[in-house]
């Protein structure tokens, strides 16, 4: 019995694939053919891949070269895929640029229209003239105030009738508190010892009759007092004066108009180097409109408005009736012998002949005459020297009177029309700045949709 050798052995694959195939379809010369032709495609794959591989094998550092190959894709492709794209912060900053920018623009027009006081802060024009009335108004009641104390001390210590006396009881407490209201209205933190005044008045009169000595000590008390409430009057209208003329005024306008200038200014800036573009012409233009008003604000001169004139001629009739009324007062106080009228009277003079009003220059020059016969006489015969030429100075102070309530009148409202105008002007440009803020940065805003 014959052994087979090595030369027909199958190896253990081929064998394994021919069992597979056998079967009913064994049988079959084309089974077994193809059969056969799968056996061969197979191997000739294997055989090539062994081939192609073992040249590489053999170099040195080959097998780790080919395992980096293969796997460098796979290490650059994972992590692209599990990074998911940031959104740009651009756009919420533009937004918060926009609401800013317009916020700014608007808000310095709003204050620019000084159609509201804070406490001397936001001193505009129609503000200042107010003030500036208020504090004339309340210089001139408290010389009449003084002038009704010395009268009614007068009349009482020379024990005139009731019937023949000139001073109202009433007329006092009345101009004082007339007086204590336009102090309130002039912008000034203090009354001027006007309550010093109301109680030292009254004592005067009240112990005037039964001790004319004690009433003659007390109206020095006012006189006193009314001096330095006329000279807080007098300080406060003419600061007002001051800054009518020159225009000062609006801190508040130019502290919020300049930092509102400063943060547009900026923020073109940043819109330039963002954008890479040089100039977002809505965003300059609502700067240049918010420069403008804060220039103005610094620099009111630059309006065509001038209320010198206005103002020096009202000042002076005011001034005018202040003194007319204190150099009266002083009369009535020289025939209690405290102290001459001769200086306070020659004030007054200079002070009405500076108007250039005949009508009141006449009448006064009764009450000048007056005084060269009171330096000659003393107590009651000097009271009836005064009470002689009271046509004449009531006259004068009539026509002051009017004078100074037409002149100041005219001037508040001269310089308040005006001061309303700039104001509906300052409110427009302000709106307009804002508009044009926020076009500006909402098309910058579009670029990033």
Not at 171 to 185: D, I
Request: charge should be negative.
């Amino acid at each position: 019995m014959s052994t087979p050798g090595p030369a027909v052995r199958r190896p253990a694959g081929q064998a394994a694939a021919a069992r597979r195939a056998s079967g009913p379809a064994a049988s079959s010369p084309a089974a077994a053919s193809q059969s056969a032709s799968a056996l061969a495609a197979s191997a000739q794959p294997a055989s090539a891949h062994r081939a192609a591989n073992q040249p590489a094998a053999n170099q040195p550092g080959a097998a780790p070269a080919a395992a980096t190959q293969s796997a460098a894709p796979e290490q650059g492709q994972a992590p692209a895929a599990s990074r998911p794209a940031r959104p740009s912060a651009t756009p919420s900053r533009l937004r918060l640029a926009r609401g800013l920018a317009t916020g700014a623009a608007l808000l310095t027009g709003i204050v620019a229209t000084g159609t509201f006081d804070t406490g001397g802060v936001n001193a505009t024009p129609n503000v200042i003239a107010a003030q500036w009335e208020a504090a004339e108004r309340a210089g001139t009641d408290v010389a009449a105030a003084r002038l009704e104390v010395a009268r009614g001390v007068a009349e009482s210590a020379a024990a005139v009738p009731e019937a023949e006396r000139l001073a109202d009881p009433a007329a006092f407490p009345a101009l004082l508190g007339s007086a204590a209201e336009w102090v309130a209205r002039s912008g000034t933190s203090t009354s001027g010892s006007l309550v010093d005044v109301a109680i030292a008045g009254q004592e005067a009169l009240r112990v005037a009759e039964a001790d004319p000595g004690a009433g003659a000590a007390g109206l020095q008390e006012v006189v006193t007092l009314t001096d330095e409430s006329m000279a807080v009057t007098d300080a406060v209208a003419d600061g007002h004066a001051v800054d009518l003329r020159t225009g000062s005024r609006s801190a508040l306008t130019a502290v919020v108009g300049g930092l509102a200038t400063l943060l547009l200014g900026g923020l073109l800036v940043w819109l330039a180097l963002l954008t890479r573009r040089i100039v977002n012409v809505p965003l300059a233009i609502a700067t240049a409109i918010t420069a403008g008003l804060t220039y103005v604000s610094l620099n009111p001169a630059a309006l065509p408005v001038d209320y010198d004139q206005r103002v020096d001629a009202a000042a002076q009739s005011a001034q005018a009736l202040q003194d007319v009324r204190v150099a009266r007062a002083a009369q009535y106080a020289q025939t209690l012998d405290a102290g001459t009228a001769a200086d306070p009277v020659d004030r007054a003079a200079d002070s009405v002949r500076a108007l250039g009003e005949p009508a009141v220059s006449d009448a006064w020059d009764v009450v000048l005459d007056a005084q060269a016969d009171l330096d000659d006489t003393t107590g009651a015969e000097g009271l009836a020297v005064v009470t002689a030429s009271q046509e004449g100075f009531a006259e004068a102070e009539s026509a002051l009177e009017e004078l100074a309530d037409t002149r100041l009148g005219a001037s508040v409202g001269s310089v308040g029309r005006p001061a309303l105008v700039t104001s509906g002007l300052a409110l427009v440009l302000g709106l307009v700045a804002g508009a044009l803020a926020w076009t500006g940065l909402t098309q910058r805003l579009r670029d990033y949709r």
